[in-house]
């Protein structure tokens, strides 16, 4: 079965003060790891597709790594409007219905104080 | 474009009673989704949709019906609802999730649903 697990839960940074978010996963063979942005209210909002270890994505203030085990999600010097939940998925690659299921952890509350 | 539109936002129900959420897209997409979102649980997958006709079971599918008439429209029927189905759902639809950039869904906006 897919798992994944999002640290921490909730996250307070002071606006300026960088830090990272952390994806772990199980998969029994990834096709692709998945960023969204959901904001209070709203559905998620895709934000970064990663397919291999040791790709990068990046995206304004935030950078998207992936290695075998885990991805990270890095906000540099981040801004009040930075505050959202970060939702992180992952694909199975195969045949069939493992093809047509985002596994999503419960996400990370990130709140960025001005 | 309007992206994802689904209807209502917020519905109160009685157990035992049934209603129908729909979810309608206009960017041509084959694939379509339902999802629940419950506090301290990450997305779950309800049903899916690859195309018109075709639909099938996602995580938690129970209670719940689907049906896939046209390309933009993908509804989701709560048969006899109960308290346990009290949630917000999310539909989302994707242009493919086997072919190019897969995993991009686009959501809607949710549909809150409290069932007393």
């Known amino acids: 079965e897919d798992q994944v697990t999002q640290s921490p839960e909730a996250l307070r940074l002071q606006e300026g003060e960088s830090s990272s978010l952390n994806c772990s996963y199980t998969?029994?063979?990834?096709?692709?790891l998945f960023w969204y942005r959901q904001d209070p209210g709203k559905g998620p909002e895709f934000l970064f597709t990663l397919y291999s270890a040791g790709e990068e994505k990046e995206k304004e203030r935030l950078k998207a790594t992936l290695t075998k085990k885990e991805s990270f999600l890095h906000i540099t010097a981040p801004k009040p409007e930075d505050s959202a939940t970060y939702l992180c998925?992952?694909?199975?690659?195969?045949?069939?219905?493992?093809?047509?299921?985002?596994?999503f952890g419960k996400g990370t509350l990130l709140t960025v104080n001005p | 474009n309007a992206g994802v539109t689904q209807t209502p936002k917020f519905q109160v129900l009685k157990t035992g009673q049934s209603m129908t959420l729909q979810c309608a897209q206009d960017m041509n997409h084959e694939y379509m989704s339902w999802y629940r979102q419950d506090p301290g649980m990450g997305l779950r997958l309800i049903h899916y949709?690859?195309?018109?006709?075709?639909?099938d079971q996602g995580e938690v599918p129970n209670g719940y019906n689907v049906s896939r008439s046209t390309t933009e429209d993908f509804p989701l029927r709560l048969l006899s609802a109960a308290p346990s189905q009290t949630s917000v759902y999310f539909c989302a639809s994707s242009y493919s999730m086997v072919y190019g950039d897969t995993g991009e869904l686009f959501f809607g906006e949710g549909s809150r649903l409290t069932v007393l």
């Open positions: 998969v029994s063979g990834l096709r692709g």
């Open positions: 998925a992952v694909q199975a690659a195969g045949s069939g219905g493992s093809n047509y299921k985002l596994t």
């Open positions: 949709s690859v195309g018109a006709g075709i639909t």
